[in-house]
């Protein structure tokens, strides 16, 4: 089992930055596979970016894709999501998620097996 707790959400204004973090407690001598998903109300979960076990391979969606970056610090059990340029579209509620895989390319919810229990992100027009 383990355990994953995400911060550094908050209101920001349009075109401005926040930094995600995730931090991984429990049993993380296995280096999980690692997500960010977010969802906005009265809109189904969204895949955001993943990272490997690894840190070498890294997905994103098409809308984030160029704005976000994700990455890892698995000697802290640590998964970072740097969000720049925001833009109001991006308000959602941010969820990390594990899975214990090899596999890399991990972008839909279900093939998650752990979750967060998210951070708000509000972007101000």
């Known amino acids: 089992q383990v355990q994953l707790s995400e911060s550094g959400g908050g209101l920001v204004q349009a075109g401005g930055s926040l930094r995600l973090s995730c931090a991984a407690s429990?049993?993380?001598?296995?280096?999980?596979?690692m997500g960010w998903f977010r969802q906005a109300p009265g809109k189904e979960r969204e895949f955001v970016s993943a990272?490997?076990?690894?840190?070498?391979?890294?997905y994103y969606a098409d809308s984030v894709k160029d704005r976000f970056t994700i990455s890892r610090d698995n000697a802290k059990n640590m998964v970072y999501l740097q969000m720049n340029r925001l833009k109001p579209e991006d308000t959602a509620v941010y969820y990390c998620?594990?899975?214990?895989?090899?596999?890399?390319?991990?972008?839909?919810?279900?093939?998650?097996?752990?979750w967060g229990q998210g951070t708000q992100v509000t972007v101000s027009s």
């Open positions: 998620a594990a899975r214990l895989t090899s596999r890399t390319r991990l972008v839909v919810s279900e093939e998650y097996d752990y």
């Open positions: 990272i490997s076990r690894s840190g070498r391979s890294t």
């Open positions: 429990g049993r993380t001598e296995s280096t999980y596979a």
